[in-house]
């Protein structure tokens, strides 16, 4: 890089648990003059980042946007056009439903370089600390990673037929409020409805939690479970593996079963 020219460093922060950033990622938010944020980089991240480093928040949630994606842009160029160390950190992956590619062209548009580095994204990270692999010999031979949220609301429009496969796991990011959808057209398009299906919420974090059903069942059982966003969702025989490949116990969960088990001990004593 260059001391006089624009700059900005694309980082994905990965699925929340600070472990599982890359070195790269960890030097680059810990040497930074700016870092603009998205809602998806966990607290524990933040708490990474050295005081007094400028943080930004751009964070967006559907339908509310704490700033626009073209602010965005805006932002960083301007940003980067004062000759600072850039970061633009994006939970997971940036190039994975991260529009992080939408933000790059704009900079290579406006002259500004950069650079991108890579984060464990969503469906690798939560299906591995969910107990769920994303492919299986002789049951899972491919995985697709599809959107469940389409621009301004609008119902997803997916060729359907193409995803119902037996042996391909489905792995829908943002896919909550469609879920309903994703289950008709799915099961529609000849996916057999007690193909097991699963939730994965705040996947890798202190607050994991897991809702293992039926593609049929999964929204009911997501509504019973009170499951809200970011919420990753598994489609395909793999889920099977979810009870016996179980393997994290979230930090949350610990506390419970350790303060559940200093109370038996006080009535038993």
Known sequence: MLNNQAFVSLVGAGPGDPDLLT?????????????????????????LIPTGTQLIYV??????HHMGQDAINELLCKLAR??????????????VFGRGSEEALYLVKHNVAFEYIPGITAASACSAYGGIPLTHRGIARSVRLITGHCKADQPLELNWASLADAQT?????????????????????????NTPAAAIENGTTRSQRRCISTLNKLPEAIKDMAIQAPALIIIGEVVNFANELDWFTPAEQLEGEQLENEYQQRIEG
Not at 39 to 45: E, F, G, K, M, N
Not at 82 to 95: A, E, Q, S, T, Y
């Open 23 to 47: 070195v790269k990622a960890l030097r680059l938010i810990q040497t930074a003059d700016v870092i603009v944020y998205d809602r998806l980089v966990s607290q524990d991240i933040l708490d």
């Open 82 to 95: 004062k000759n600072r160390h850039i970061v633009r950190l994006k939970g997971g992956d940036p190039f």
């Open 169 to 193: 796991t489905l792995v829908f990011y943002m896919g909550l409020a469609n879920l309903t959808q994703i289950r008709e057209e799915l099961i529609k398009a000849g996916l057999p409805s």
């Open 59 to 64: 964070g967006k949630a559907t339908g509310q």
